[in-house]
Every structure is written in C-alpha cells, then in structure tokens.
C-alpha cells in the first residue's frame, strides 16, 4: 500500500485529483493475522470502493504486483472487478525503492 500512496501522491503534486483507497487501519490487527470474518469485510469495502470508482469512469492506475508470489486479496479483488467492468487500466511504474 505504501508503493500505492507514493505514487498516488506524486501525482498530486503534477496536480492531478489522484486517490487511492484508504483502508481503515482500526479494521487491521497489529499482533496478530486477521480472522476470515474481517478479511470479509475488508474485502467487502474494499469491493464497494472499486466499484464506486468504476461506475463513477474514474481512470484507473495500475502500478503492478508487488513481487509476492500470490497478489493480496485486495489487489485480486480490484483486478477481477475491473476486469468485469470491462474498464481499462493506465500502468505505471512502482517507485523505485
């Protein structure tokens, strides 16, 4: 998430309105991994989010993987909306680290 939001914000400061989704880190246990039942429901805002996007035409941009073997749940799921969508995708690079 942290590629994400650097890039979301160099964009900004080219002056575009670029946003990225901003998950609640209150919904994200510190110590220990998340149950199935809110790894649900961040999913399901997750969804809610994408497609509100999606159905308002924002333009879309995709800076890849993040080099893990299996994408995150939440990347998977963004991916598989858009691909439903039929919207197309602007990529771009990740930052260099």
């Given amino acids: 998430?942290?590629?994400i939001k650097?890039?979301?914000?160099?964009?900004?400061?080219?002056?575009l309105n670029a946003k990225w989704y901003q998950a609640w880190s209150k919904n994200f246990p510190k110590n220990r991994?998340?149950?199935l039942s809110e790894l649900a429901a961040a999913k399901a805002r997750n969804q809610r989010w994408i497609d509100g996007?999606?159905?308002?035409g924002h333009q879309l941009i995709?800076?890849?993987?993040?080099?893990?073997?299996?994408?995150?749940p939440f990347y998977a799921l963004e991916k598989e909306a858009i691909s439903k969508?039929?919207?197309?995708?602007?990529?771009?690079p990740r930052p260099k680290k």
């Fill in 85 to 92: 969508s039929g919207a197309r995708t602007i990529p771009h």
């Fill in 6 to 15: 650097t890039v979301a914000k160099a964009l900004q400061g080219k002056g």
């Fill in 33 to 35: 991994p998340m149950t």
């Fill in 53 to 56: 996007k999606l159905k308002d």
């Fill in 1 to 3: 998430m942290g590629d």
């Fill in 62 to 72: 995709d800076i890849g993987r993040d080099g893990r073997p299996v994408p995150s």
